[in-house]
Structures are given as structure tokens and as C-alpha cells.
């Protein structure tokens, strides 16, 4: 997307910001050229912050699915969805109802799953959708497994735009969070996991970027079903650019942020790079919650860093073993982190899914990236960065909330005084997934 260059007012935030390259949506002229070519020749350089947005957190899929839910039911030109899981659940076909609503008025559904995390979706519901006009893709289906790394290179990305004006952007799969598999569900509370809803120019961001990936799968022929074979003639009116809304900025100047992508082509590095610049310039307070927590080598003495230099640092992390080889493949870490000083808290009263940041006052990020190999080196991720002091205060207090309510502490000396065979196990885990690293061709960096 072209970019014309203003330089910010200096705000407390910058301190952050200036580590990224400023810039401004120009989102008349962008859009004038999506109606004459398309999505290719919209880059709007991901990790760029963009202001005038209003960015609201959502708690878990109590707020997400009804907010997303009415703006499905408002969208008049199109609705793009993509997602890691899509359960044949309460709420998959609450939202599957919303999208067959929305092609009945008209409106171009388009519906990218993975063909792994998505890969067990029943027939009678791809039917259904695909019968009532959605278009529905599968990011490379699997058939048969092998040890490769294309089969890793998966999209893990939770999104949607509705008309090019309102954007979900987080951690929440399309699946009830009460919904926990064979564990006993009725004794465990809801995932623990975050979205934001962006209305203004970065919703314009998220929405090219839904855009830019359907087409190329599609041309490339990476992708199951959606469109049919022909090439560009048959992407003609795939998405009604020319009549989108110009996403106008939010009233009151709105907050600056930026949408952090990863991918295997552009934006490789993109969100850890983020991290790594926010972890350099904190002076004060970092709290972290992640899901899956393994991180690089980088990440790691970034995080050794900021203790040295005073900074206090709170991990957030999964209580519960939901995948064994991760779990215990996270604990080999602890005791380098805790004798640095590094307070580590495990949530307890359910799975913890969330993929949230939280650096001072005045940065913080939402989305689907966990910071381990898989989401940082091989999938599809995309984070939203914020930086506002109202928003970071927000979301510090739902993680301090959690942590003081919800979480038990890591005590150095109890984690210390594992056995040895429990010790063995954490080093047997993490050499495991060293191995898949390896397998995908980055173990330098891990």
C-alpha cells in the first residue's frame, strides 16, 4: 500500500515505536488502486505503525464470537474469516449460521481453514457452507504424513475483516473455549485467550493481507476448493475492492498500531523482531502469557537482558499439560529464567491459549503467535501491536488479575528439587523438538 511519511508527534510511546520504520495509511489513494489492480501491488510493510485505529480487547470467546457475530450480520460487501481450528460445535455453527446470513444478503464469504488444525471438519458441515455460497478454502490439506517441513509450514493465523472496515485480529480459534477434547470439561473453566477488534486504517491492513493470501494459494494452486481453476479470469470479483469503504481513521485521532505478520516469504522475522525491539527499550515491567512457551535463543537473552537491567519480568504460562512433549519441553527452561530473577506463574483454573505482551506503558501486543519455533520460524501467525498507554493498562490488568486470581507461582527452590527423572524428561522433551527444528532447516537459531 503506498505510504506517505509523517513523522509522529514525540508521545511516551515513541521511545518503542522509533525502533520500527514510521509510516501513514494513504487510504484513498490505496484504494483507488485496488480497483484498478488488485491486491498484488498493495505492500504495506508489515510491523509499520499506523495511526488513527480504535483497538478494543476482547476477553476470551464470551466477547469475541457474539462482537464478531454482529459484524457479520452488518456486513454488506464481504466477509474474509480465516482460522487455525473450526469446530463443528455450538459456536461453529453459531458463526457458520452467520456467514450462510451474510451470503444471502449478497455478500462475498470467503472461509480459509488449515488443513491440519481444520483438517477433521465434518462433511455435512462443509456441505452446508459450501452449499449456502461460501467460499471455502483449505490451507494445504494434508494427505498421508511425512517428516517435512511444508507439512509444519502451517496458517495459524485467527482473523477476519467485514468490509474492509472492522478487523478481529487474536488468539481465539472458531471453537467453544469450554470445549477441551477428552478432558472433563465440566470441571474447567474457559480457555484463557485474547482478540482485538481494530476499526480505521489498520483494518484496511488486515484486510489485503486476507486478500493477498487467498489469491496467491489460488493461483499457486496451494489451495483445496474456494475457487475454481482459470486463473485470474476466474479471481475476477473474488473481492468487491473497488466498492470497499475507505477505512476512515477513528474519531478522536484514535491510538497508533501496527499489524505484525509472519510468513516464509517477506515477514519472516517480523514479529519476533517486534519482541525484540519492545524487550530492548523496556525500563520497567514486562509481562508475557503464552501458551506454548519455547523460546529462541534471542528471545531468551532478551529476556536475561531486561533483568540485568532492572527491569521486572512475568511469565504467564500454561499450567496444565495439554501437550506433553511442550509442557515439559518449557520447564527445562525454567531454572536459567528463575535464577535471573524472571517470576514465572502457571495458570491454573483452565488451558491457558493466550498470546499476549505487555512492555511499560506504552506497548502491547494480541494475537496468534506463541513464542516457540513453530509459530516464530514455519506458520502463518499474525499479532496486532498497540501502542497506547490505555490499552497496555488494560490488558497489564487482566494478566495481573490472572496471575494474582487465577495462577500459582513457580517457586525456585520447589523447581530445584525435581527429581531426577522429572529433569530428564524436560531435557529429553526439548531435544525432541530441537530435532523438529532441526527438521525444519533453523535449529541455529534454537
Not at 454482529?70 to 453459531?94: F, M, N, P
Not at 449478497?106 to 449456502?132: I, K, N, S, T
Not at 519482541?275 to 532478551?302: C, E, S, T, W
Amino acid at each position: 500500500m503506498p505510504l506517505s511519511e509523517s513523522p509522529p508527534e514525540p508521545t511516551r510511546s515513541s521511545r518503542i515505536a522509533a525502533h520500527a520504520v514510521e509510516g501513514e495509511t494513504a487510504a484513498t489513494a490505496a484504494t483507488a488502486a485496488e480497483g484498478r489492480h488488485g491486491p498484488r501491488l498493495l505492500h504495506t510493510g508489515p510491523g509499520r505503525p499506523v495511526g488513527g485505529n480504535r483497538v478494543e480487547l476482547l476477553r476470551g470467546g464470551g466477547e469475541y464470537f457474539p462482537a464478531l457475530i454482529a459484524a457479520i450480520d452488518q456486513a454488506v460487501l464481504s466477509v474474509s474469516l480465516e482460522t487455525y481450528i473450526y469446530a463443528d460445535d455450538q459456536v461453529g455453527q453459531a458463526v457458520a449460521d452467520a456467514l450462510l446470513r451474510a451470503v444471502e444478503r449478497g455478500v462475498r464469504v470467503h472461509l480459509l481453514v488449515d488443513g491440519f488444525g481444520a483438517g477433521d471438519m465434518p462433511a455435512p458441515l462443509v456441505e452446508r457452507l459450501q452449499q449456502g455460497g461460501v467460499r471455502l478454502g483449505v490451507y494445504r490439506p494434508l494427505r498421508g504424513f511425512r517428516l517435512a517441513r511444508r507439512h509444519l509450514r502451517r496458517l495459524h493465523r485467527k482473523l477476519a475483516v467485514i468490509d474492509r472496515r472492522i478487523a478481529f485480529v487474536g488468539g481465539i480459534n472458531i471453537i467453544d473455549d469450554h470445549n477441551h477434547g477428552p478432558f472433563d470439561e465440566a470441571q474447567l473453566g474457559p480457555r484463557y485467550d485474547f482478540a482485538v477488534r481494530v476499526t480505521g486504517p489498520l483494518a484496511g491492513q488486515v484486510a489485503l493481507t486476507a486478500e493477498r493470501l487467498w489469491w496467491r494459494l489460488a493461483l499457486r494452486g496451494e489451495m483445496q476448493g474456494g475457487v475454481r481453476a482459470g486463473g485470474l479470469s476466474s479471481l475476477a470479483g473474488e473481492f468487491p475492492l473497488a466498492q470497499a469503504p475507505v477505512p476512515a481513521p477513528a474519531e478522536g485521532g484514535g491510538v497508533r498500531a501496527a499489524l505484525l505478520l509472519r510468513d516464509n516469504l517477506r515477514n519472516r522475522r517480523t514479529i519476533e523482531r517486534a519482541y525484540l525491539q519492545a524487550l530492548g527499550a523496556a525500563r520497567h515491567d514486562v509481562i508475557i502469557a503464552n501458551a506454548y512457551f519455547l523460546p529462541g535463543a534471542k528471545m531468551r537473552r532478551a529476556l536475561l537482558a531486561c533483568r540485568r537491567r532492572g527491569v521486572r519480568v512475568r511469565l504467564l504460562l500454561q499450567g496444565m499439560v495439554e501437550y506433553r512433549l511442550q509442557h515439559y519441553a518449557t520447564h527445562a527452561l525454567y531454572a536459567t529464567l528463575l535464577e535471573a530473577g524472571v517470576e514465572i506463574h502457571e495458570y491454573a483454573e483452565s488451558f491457558l491459549h493466550a498470546k499476549v505482551a505487555v512492555v511499560d506503558d506504552s506497548w502491547a501486543t494480541v494475537g496468534s503467535s506463541n513464542m516457540d519455533p513453530f509459530s516464530l520460524l514455519l506458520a502463518r501467525e499474525a499479532n496486532v501491536a498497540v501502542y497506547d498507554e490505555a490499552f497496555a493498562a488494560e490488558l497489564r490488568r487482566e494478566l495481573e488479575r490472572a496471575i494474582a486470581l487465577r495462577s500459582a507461582p513457580v517457586v525456585p527452590e520447589d523447581h530445584a528439587r525435581r527429581g531426577r527423572l522429572r529433569r530428564c524428561l524436560d531435557w529429553t522433551a526439548y531435544m525432541l523438538l530441537r530435532f523438529g527444528v532441526m527438521v525444519a532447516g533453523a535449529a541455529g537459531r534454537y
